[in-house]
């Protein structure tokens, strides 16, 4: 009778043991969480994924084996022992997303490419106070030429393939496409949310879309969250601006003491006996700008959301003139086929 009681608790323990839970956590080389990420048992149909936080919980016991996957990064196989806790640390892939562009409605890899493409990420966008995205693109991309006048209400000239000194205006202006949407108005996308932008420049590249591209093609890619992520950013900026030289001109009193030099006088006509520096009266002695944006993200598999808002104050350097403009979008994304 004790016998077969010692039998009974000795299989309740091992029932217990191998039908378990164990928790962990996936980061990344800078201990940071990587949520999404895909947690197998080897050879079986279990399997779950991270949340927010990088955090799994799965039914597995000693002696199998996890497969943990996530994209950009390097499986990884854990064997399961004893403990009821895991920390797993995944490397990223060797191929880079730098090497991947766009092209047209869909990606290729940097080098495999024979026409003229170029890609430009945040990181290597133009500081300081952009009133417009293509601001962020000037002296970034050879052959791209972008105009503008100094008014903050204006909206910059960008010519992408050749002169256009025989067209003027739109005529002369690339074709936008912002996140896959032909057309859309490249004015109207915040500075702060672009994360990339891909400049087709050749007509190899940009024959997709037709006799839209004559003029090039600019691709924008906006800042989206990663399913499974919940994602919430800030970002300022101010700034002053001040003039570095003005224009040197001769005052009233130097030109009636050259006119009278020569023998010239000039009439009550032209001359009220006034002695105004018109640049002076004219400019600010310092224009103010701020910039604000908030965005927000997040999703899962199948369905994501972002959107953002912006706001934007330049004062010109020129009394009277500036720019007060706010920005704001919403996006979402659903996908029904797997």
């Known amino acids: 009778m004790l016998l077969l009681v010692f039998l009974a608790l000795n299989l309740s323990y091992t029932f217990a ?10 980061i990344d080389a800078k201990n940071g969480p990587i949520p999404g990420t895909t947690i197998q048992v080897k050879g079986t149909g279990n399997s779950t994924s991270t949340d927010g936080n990088g955090a799994f919980s799965i039914a597995a016991k000693p002696g199998d084996v996890l497969v943990v996957t996530s994209v950009s990064y390097v499986k990884k196989e854990i064997a399961v022992t004893t403990s009821k806790k895991y920390k797993v640390e995944l490397e990223e892939t060797n191929t ?11 990606t290729t890899k940097q080098k495999e490419l024979t026409s003229a493409i170029t890609t430009i990420k945040a990181e290597s966008f133009n500081a300081g106070v952009v009133t417009s995205p293509a601001s962020l693109l000037e002296g970034k991309v050879a052959g791209l030429n972008i105009t503008s006048d100094g008014n903050p209400n204006a909206v910059a000239t960008v010519t992408l393939r050749g002169p256009s000194s025989l067209r003027g205006g739109d005529a002369s202006t690339p074709f936008y496409v912002i996140d896959g949407v032909p057309g859309a108005d490249f004015n109207l996308v915040a500075p ?7 400049i087709l420049k050749d007509a190899s590249a940009a024959a997709i879309y ?3 591209a004559t003029n090039g093609v600019i691709i924008i890619t906006t800042k989206k969250a990663k399913p499974g992520q919940v994602r919430m950013a800030y970002n300022a900026y101010a700034s002053v601006d001040k003039i570095a030289n003005q224009f040197q001109v001769a005052s009233a009193d130097q030109l009636r003491a050259y006119a009278k030099a020569n023998g010239q006088v000039f009439s009550s006509a032209n001359d009220n006996g ?7 009266e004219v400019e600010r002695n310092s224009a103010f700008s701020q910039n604000h944006n908030l965005s927000f993200g997040g999703g899962t598999d199948k369905t994501t959301f972002g959107g953002s808002i ?3 104050q330049n004062q010109g350097i020129v009394k009277t003139s500036g720019l007060d403009r706010f920005i704001g979008n919403l ?7 797997k």
Do not use: C, F, H, P
Request: net charge positive; glycine share 12%; aromatic share 6%.
């Open 17 to 26: 043991q191998t039908d378990g839970r164990i928790t962990g956590v996936v």
């Open 96 to 106: 880079a997303l730098k090497e991947v562009v766009v092209v047209g409605y869909g």
């Open 192 to 198: 702060s949310d672009i994360a990339s932008m891909d």
């Open 210 to 212: 037709g006799s839209r």
């Open 274 to 280: 006034g002695n105004t520096n018109w640049q002076k």
């Open 310 to 312: 912006n706001y934007l």
């Open 331 to 337: 996006n979402v994304s659903q996908k029904n086929i």
